[in-house]
């Protein structure tokens, strides 16, 4: 049976509705005559008016008061219309809107309506009946339900209405708001009457959800702390569990246009509801799984909110397509309560039937997460903090995307015809997965299954070399990509490798293969006259060669992929780097990658020919100067891991590079954004001047008489000891750096000195073991090789 909206037990009488203190009679006043540097005031003055009003005066008939709380209450319309039609005052004071939707001030206005309510039933005619009876506190509840949907979804009302149309709208929110409980706790509970019009549940929801959604967020207080005047997580679920039982099935309900956007954005405000309800109530315990109707029926209602006419061929371009534009039942889902972790953590099996909306959920708030086109007050939730309310759940949901995005680009042919929002959500699955594993990191935790992020994303990232091309991705894409790689342990690391080698839909290492020797072919014809290495394709071929590095650098990557081929293109970037026609940053950056990736590989001067040579790396690493720490830390393990050094020359060379680095270190005479760079190679470059005085001893004579090394010893015994009293963090952590090969470093100087031993010092070196780290912001960023003590 269809029911109009307006429709009411009694809408069938011909009596008129009886209004008592009515906000269309009033008349503004000078106090109502709010501008932007009086609006606050006026409207808290209002506010406190009315908490101040004794019932008993009210009930009393007191003509004084009545007026007083008339203009109170039409300063508070001046402030709702002022957001209803986008006047920027209002819109910038949204907060306030926090007050009228707070508990108490609820259970005091609908106090207030019953003394107002009765009054007007006594000043009837005798013999006379009205169908409805409303007073000022109706039209303000009516109005604070359109309020609730314009700041809940960033739309302003439909100006298109006018004249009787906009007459009979507004009769039927008052009719609407009539027909509510006499008290506020009840009102929530008209959601699934059976006696209530559609019009009076739909106004029952939206109030609902501004007490425990909107108003939270806006000034920042527990509703559920207030058992007093609104009901519990208890009660509100038990609602929305009926209401979910017996409405999630739209095919049974209105099937105009109308209709279903009305049906739509209930929907997204009981799933709002069901969400922060439910971790509240489970905040301390458990969530139950034996909830399977239930749940299955939110699917349904997810399902209508994400309706698309839009239809992919592929399943898995369909998962991951995100809507675009958003209507208002989609942006109020995914920007107010706790919704998408919610549901990341009830439905954390993607084996369970119809969760596939909640991938595609999850695609749409990665697309839409960078857009700003929408009001200040309503600003998608903060991602960082929406990733980190369950990192284990997150991080399925994010892999989840980054399988489909996968299957898509493995897909024949597929790769080509992608459009920019596929980029555009693969690209923040990303930065959303590097969020979460460095969020691990820093706490000292590892992510349940941080091995499948990662095994998609190094299958990713080979996938947007060879499909993609160069035009069709974000710059940034495999960098963020590349970033994540270096932010896990190894054990994580060489599972990860393992199950992307073994997955023989991915080829993983037949692609590698095929992308070194693309890279390679790239360098080879840009030699040739009248071609050039654009930046463009400068950057892929070095986030090319750090990626292979990365695996390299694990023991399960030197076992799965070959050497040589690395070794050719390192081989054919220091040719290209000696041509010097390379654009200045180019040449810097990829002159760093060379030496890093020569360092990882701990190539040396016996290799064959085709391989790089040891002397054109130590020219690269000698000629970027002692400021560049990046660099300097993978010469440094290039120089403890090497099994021979270069001539006497070379290592005097050498050692002063890297004495005025570590003096730099110990001094801090750089940038501030370089102190975690100095403090992480600081160790590493104190290794492998340990390892330079086994130099012949002409050469260590040499350089230990330089009154520079003097001075460094003087800055370093001083720093170890801390003489200078220092106490600041950065010397706090450079001394903990430090310990454990300072002193050795020292006592080894003054052995060479004063005793001239020919004995290798180094053995005295301890075991240090590396580890490549990202350093910097794409595209002004490096991969660092550093070293800490083994365990």
């Not at 739309?155 to 039927?172: F, I």
């Not at 839009?310 to 989609?330: F, G, N, R």
């Not at 004495?659 to 492998?688: H, Y």
């Amino acid at each position: 049976m269809h029911h109009d909206d307006s429709e009411t037990d009694d809408s069938d009488l011909e009596s008129s509705m009886v209004t008592w203190l009515n906000l269309s009679s009033s008349v503004p006043t000078s106090s109502t005559s709010s501008t932007d540097s009086n609006l606050y005031e006026a409207f808290t003055k209002a506010i406190r008016f009315l908490k101040n009003a004794r019932l008993a005066d009210i009930a009393a008939n007191v003509e004084d008061l009545h007026r007083k709380i008339l203009e109170a209450s039409n300063t508070i319309n001046i402030y709702l219309d002022g957001i209803i039609t986008g006047r920027p005052d209002a819109l910038e004071q949204a907060q306030l809107f926090a007050f009228l939707v707070s508990p108490c001030f609820l259970v005091l206005i609908f106090a207030q309506r019953r003394i107002f309510h009765s009054l007007a039933v006594k000043a009837l005619a005798p013999g006379t009946m009205a169908s409805t009876v409303v007073c000022w506190v109706d039209g303000l509840i009516a109005k604070l339900g359109g309020v609730t949907v314009i700041l809940a979804c960033g739309a302003s009302a439909d100006r298109t209405v006018h004249g009787a149309m906009k007459t009979q709208l507004e009769d039927d929110g008052l009719r609407a708001a009539a027909q509510l409980p006499e008290k506020w706790n009840m009102v929530p509970a008209v959601i699934t009457s059976a006696n209530a019009s559609p019009a009076a549940k739909r106004l029952a929801i939206q109030l609902t959800f501004a007490v425990y959604i909107i108003g939270p967020r806006l000034q920042k207080y527990n509703p559920w702390n207030d058992d007093q005047n609104t009901p519990g997580a208890t009660d509100i679920s038990k609602i929305l569990d009926q209401y979910v039982l017996t409405n999630s099935d739209t095919d049974s309900m209105y099937t105009t246009q109308k209709h279903i956007s009305h049906i739509r954005l209930s929907f997204a405000m009981i799933i709002s509801l069901y969400a922060v309800s439910n971790s509240e109530l489970h905040r301390n315990q458990p969530t139950s799984p034996f909830q399977p109707r239930t749940l299955s029926g939110l699917l349904d209602m997810i399902q209508t909110v994400l309706a698309s006419n839009v239809v992919q061929e592929d399943e898995s371009l369909a998962h991951i397509t995100p809507h675009e534009p958003l209507d208002k039942a989609q942006v109020l889902l995914l920007q107010w309560g706790n919704t998408l972790p919610w549901c990341w953590e009830t439905w954390n099996d993607y084996r369970v039937a119809k969760t596939e909306c909640i991938t595609q959920l999850t695609a749409t708030w990665l697309y839409h997460l960078q857009v700003s086109d929408v009001a200040s007050y309503q600003a998608i939730p903060n991602a960082y903090n929406v990733l980190e309310k369950n990192p284990a759940s997150a991080d399925l949901a994010i892999v989840q995307i980054l399988h489909h995005s996968m299957t898509v680009l493995l897909a024949s042919g597929q790769a080509a015809s992608l459009q920019k929002m596929f980029f555009v959500v693969l690209f923040n699955s990303c930065c959303a997965a590097n969020h979460l594993l460095r969020h691990e990191l820093v706490h000292a935790r590892t992510l349940r299954r941080a091995e499948s992020s990662v095994k998609y994303l190094l299958g990713l990232f080979v996938l947007l070399v060879l499909e993609a091309g160069l035009n069709r991705r974000p710059d940034s894409v495999n960098s963020t990509i590349l970033e994540s790689l270096t932010l896990v342990d190894d054990r994580t690391f060489t599972e990860a490798l393992t199950q992307v080698c073994e997955d023989k839909k991915i080829r993983f290492v037949e692609r590698m293969d095929e992308m070194i020797l693309r890279t390679r072919r790239y360098l080879i014809h840009s030699v040739e006259p009248g071609n050039n290495l654009s930046n463009t394709e400068a950057e892929e071929l070095r986030l090319v060669l750090y990626f292979v590095i990365r695996i390299w650098h694990n023991a399960e990557g030197q076992k799965r992929i070959q050497r040589q081929p690395i070794l050719n293109l390192l081989s054919s970037l220091i040719n290209r780097l000696s041509k010097k026609d390379i654009e200045p940053l180019s040449l810097t950056y990829l002159r760093d990658a060379a030496v890093t990736a020569f360092s990882v590989l701990d190539t040396d001067s016996t290799a064959p020919i085709k391989n790089p040579k040891q002397d054109d790396i130590w020219k690269f690493a000698l000629d970027s100067g002692s400021s560049n720490l990046s660099l300097t830390g993978s010469f440094a393990h290039h120089i403890m891991a090497t099994g021979s050094l270069l001539d006497p020359l070379n290592c005097v060379e050498a050692w002063d590079h890297l004495r005025d680095a570590l003096t730099l270190i110990l001094r801090c005479n750089f940038v501030e954004d370089q102190k975690p760079v100095a403090l992480l190679v600081s160790l590493g470059i104190c290794g492998a001047l340990i390892r330079l005085l086994d130099s012949d001893s002409l050469t260590v004579q040499f350089v230990l008489n330089s009154p520079w090394t003097m001075s460094f010893c003087v800055e370093l015994r001083r720093i170890l000891r801390n003489q200078g009293g220092t106490e600041n963090d950065y010397c706090r952590l450079l001394i903990s750096q430090l310990a454990p090969v300072g002193d050795i470093l020292l006592d080894a100087i003054h052995s060479k000195v004063n005793h001239g031993e020919a004995t290798s010092v180094k053995e005295r070196i301890p075991n240090l073991k590396s580890r490549l780290v990202y350093h910097g912001r794409y595209p002004h960023y490096n991969l660092v090789l550093v070293h800490n003590t083994s365990e």
